[in-house]
């Protein structure tokens, strides 16, 4: 019954600002690792950030300074603010929890 559902995802133009959502059921949230990867045509998927139970936070250093993760337990849902973007960040965005359970993805595309 656990899943993740994303939202958020569009066409923004260069320099403009996205809110990814992440919202999660069927799963103990408060204590799990959460995050998101992206995935980029003819590319690996990579790490974008991650976020700790405790608020901890890791980013690619591709997205340092731009993009800000965060979380709501109250309301089982990780965000990520992605201001600033780039034509490199578009992607398919997915949602993780613990690395085990995956999104169906949300897609970015960043384009004038």
């Known amino acids: 019954q656990a899943q993740l559902e994303e939202s958020g995802g569009g066409l923004v133009q260069p320099g403009g600002s996205l809110r990814l959502s992440c919202a999660a059921s069927?799963?103990?949230?408060?204590?799990?690792?959460m995050g998101w990867y992206r995935q980029s045509p003819g590319k690996e998927r990579e790490l974008v950030a991650d976020?700790?139970?405790?608020?901890?936070?890791v980013y690619s250093d591709s997205v340092k300074g731009r993009f800000t993760i965060s979380r709501d337990n109250a309301k089982k849902t990780v965000y990520l603010q992605m201001n600033s973007l780039k034509p490199e960040d578009t992607a398919v965005y997915y949602c993780?929890?613990?690395?085990?359970?995956w999104g169906q993805g949300t897609q970015v595309i960043v384009s004038s």
């Open positions: 993780h929890a613990a690395r085990t359970l």
């Open positions: 976020i700790t139970r405790d608020g901890n936070t």
């Open positions: 069927g799963i103990i949230f408060s204590i799990i690792t």
